[in-house]
């Protein structure tokens, strides 16, 4: 615990270092595509005030200098599979943006969406020694946490406090300063399989960039795509991508659970490729020009030619009814928004004051996702796209890059964890089994 303690911290060093510099590379990696920016920080630019303990000291305004995406490579379900083809896909991406951005980058922030993440809600409380709350009484009552027994082979992704108790007085976002005898806090925890990081952090190396922070994709996605009230109130976003679809619940502007259904836009074009028997590049194709999820009366006179290039002329010459498609790619779908539904349902969804949802990522692109997505998850859903930021290409503010526009707001407002506090080693956490997953029920 101590050593990934000292790695996180640093790798805000790097980030802090970085920010000096001015420049900063981000990277969302991908199964269908890896996206890259650079970003430069404009010292001259007021600073946005911190979310109580949730601000991070050093943050600035930003514009993106450089961008760029590639198809992804060696990548499946959010995860490295083949070392070399990933290695390049990210350095075709990293240096196609430097170039445009005609800046070198050293330090580069990382979000991925695979690694079997998991959720845990920790509680801890401490006697506070003169009354008053300080940062040490922080660290303290983070140390006091009940950490859990992640397992063999899985480290701590985000250990963040969401909520601050002093005395019976909960719902503080910021108690230093106060008085009192009594705090407690709440934190929210994700871990992931050490392999996954371990293979990012190498590929990174390889593509001579020092590592200065790693995120999960679900949680980057909620960062960009939902609005200020829905975080606050509470909301769950669902980044349906290519290799998995993430999920992430946020209340009073933190995430509280996240999870991933390991099923994406990818698996619905192998379908297709199975069903059309043609090759899944063709099935993408097909996918992206005439897909859908609902069926109407016209849709079965409207005649979709199949094109591919087998050199069988009759067989490339096939048509296939985009009623038919549709019968192909609606099960798929309903399989992946039920598997979310089982998800919500066993975080305790229903129990936060709003039940807002709002879908987001490429696959949410799909013409009527949003009503079918409405019925099975509720009927208070939208589609999201990432907010806006400065110097953003056009062609990279859709849904699809909900992921890397989050990582571009997390690198610059980021969110205090649990090693941004100078806690003593002999006080790192007890492995004790005392709250699960489904803590904010009693909490929220």
């Not at 991406?93 to 993440?117: E, P, T, W, Y």
């Not at 769950?236 to 996240?258: E, N, Q, R, Y």
């Not at 503010?397 to 992921?403: D, E, K, R």
């Amino acid at each position: 615990m101590q050593d990934l303690y000292q790695s996180q911290r640093a790798m805000r060093q790097m980030r802090r270092l970085a920010m000096q510099r001015g420049v900063i590379g981000i990277v969302d990696v991908g199964t269908f595509k890896i996206a890259a920016l650079v970003l430069k920080f404009d010292p001259t630019a007021a600073p946005r005030d911190g979310a109580g303990v949730g601000g991070m000291a050093g943050q600035a305004g930003f514009r993106v200098i450089g961008a760029r995406t590639t198809r992804s490579r060696g990548v499946r379900y959010g995860e490295i599979s083949t070392m070399n083809e990933t290695e390049r896909a990210l350095r075709t991406a990293l240096q196609a943006a430097q170039k445009m951005a005609q800046v070198r980058v050293d330090h580069a922030i990382l979000c991925f969406s695979g690694g079997g993440v998991r959720s845990y809600g920790l509680a801890g409380d401490v006697e506070l020694e003169d009354m008053t709350v300080g940062s040490d009484d922080i660290a303290r009552v983070l140390a006091a946490c009940d950490v859990p027994d992640i397992g063999v082979g899985r480290d701590v992704l985000h250990a963040q406090p969401v909520n601050f108790a002093l005395d019976h007085r909960t719902g503080l976002s910021d108690p230093r300063g106060q008085t009192g005898t009594r705090l407690a806090c709440d934190m929210h925890m994700l871990t992931v399989n050490t392999g996954v990081i371990q293979n990012l952090v190498n590929c990174m190396k390889r593509c001579d960039v020092e590592l200065a922070g790693l995120a999960s994709s679900a949680y980057m996605a909620g960062v960009s795509s939902l609005v200020e009230d829905e975080q606050e109130l509470g909301a769950a976003c669902i980044d349906m991508g290519a290799g998995s679809t993430g999920i992430s619940i946020f209340i009073k502007k933190h995430l509280i659970f996240s999870d991933t259904v390991p099923m994406g836009g990818d698996h619905v074009t192998g379908d297709i490729a199975q069903g059309l028997h043609v090759p899944v590049a063709t099935a993408e194709r097909i996918k992206t020009l005439h897909g859908g999820v609902h069926a109407t009366g016209m849709d079965d006179r409207e005649m979709i030619e199949i094109g591919a290039d087998s050199g069988d002329w009759e067989k490339d010459r096939r048509t296939v009814s985009r009623a038919e498609l549709i019968g192909i790619m609606r099960p798929r779908f309903e399989e992946i928004l039920e598997e979310v539904r089982a998800r919500l349902d066993a975080a305790g969804f229903d129990h936060l004051p709003s039940q807002q949802i709002v879908l987001t990522g490429g696959a949410s692109q799909t013409p009527g996702i949003d009503s079918l997505a409405a019925r099975i998850l509720g009927q208070q859903l939208r589609l999201g796209r990432p907010m806006r930021v400065r110097g953003l290409p056009q062609d990279l503010t859709g849904p699809a890059f909900a992921g890397v526009v989050g990582l571009s707001l997390f690198a610059a407002h980021p969110q205090d964890e649990w090693w941004d506090f100078d806690i003593p080693v002999d006080h790192y956490p007890a492995r004790s089994l005392k709250r699960a997953v489904r803590w904010f029920r009693d909490n929220w």
